[in-house]
């Protein structure tokens, strides 16, 4: 029954963030839910469906692709303090390069915060935290889980590249080179950015403290 939870937990994930945002679906729920209720709802979604799916592989048989180590868990203890900082600085934000941006319209590419090392920053959290956590999970299951969720995140990338370059036409290269031109960090912006690194700092230690309750496992050594 493991595998098959497993297995069930990985299809319907893939069709809840799939067939929602398909043309001919999307457009409907919009319709019926308004846009903020189906960016609502759509999140909520995904992130039950994500628990089932993290718990529906530590439920799965255990098969062993490499030894667990002591060291293994300063990986994610090390890399999910970036990873936290870069959600923090890039969750609610315009950004027409990528997906989730809020208020794209009102992007300026002088300005571009995190933008300007990376037009993907949610794919890059999310590679990195996968990445870090398949260290010490070297189980079959969540090296499938996590091994999937890296490559998920470093090609959607370039998919969502092409799109936007279809979608936007000149315009995306000129704005690409306008961010490529504009500084780290600027006067304008410092405010909002250190209110936003340290809730990336609080969400950090709220990741450490719930750990335990939401999965079953200490992240400290």
């Not at 994930?13 to 209720?37: D, I, K, M, Q, T």
């Not at 990195?128 to 889980?145: F, K, Q, R, S």
């Not at 006067?187 to 939401?214: D, E, K």
Request: with cysteine.
């Amino acid at each position: 029954m493991g595998w098959l939870e497993f297995v069930a937990a990985y299809a319907v994930f893939f069709a809840s963030h799939s067939l929602p945002v398909r043309p001919s679906v999307r457009p409907w729920l919009e319709a019926r839910l308004g846009s903020s209720g189906f960016t609502l709802a759509y999140s909520a979604l995904s992130l039950v469906v994500l628990a089932w799916l993290i718990g529906a592989a530590g439920r799965a048989p255990h098969l062993a692709v490499w030894d667990w180590a002591p060291w293994q868990v300063h990986v994610p203890l090390t890399v999910m303090g970036p990873v936290c900082l870069i959600l923090a600085l890039s969750i609610g934000r315009p950004n027409p390069f990528s997906f989730g941006g809020a208020r794209n319209d009102q992007f300026d590419p002088a300005l571009p915060g995190i933008i300007r090392l990376s037009r993907h920053p949610l794919l890059l959290a999310l590679a990195l935290w996968a990445a870090a956590h398949v260290v010490p999970n070297g189980d079959l299951a969540h090296v499938i889980l996590f091994g999937t969720f890296a490559a998920f995140a470093l090609l959607g990338g370039r998919l969502i590249d092409r799109r936007k370059r279809r979608e936007m036409g000149p315009e995306w290269q000129r704005r690409r080179d306008r961010v490529a031109d504009a500084p780290l960090l600027s006067a304008s912006q410092s405010g909002g950015t250190l209110l936003r690194v340290a809730a990336g700092i609080a969400l950090y230690g709220a990741l450490l403290w719930a750990h335990p309750f939401l999965f079953g496992v200490s992240p400290l050594p």
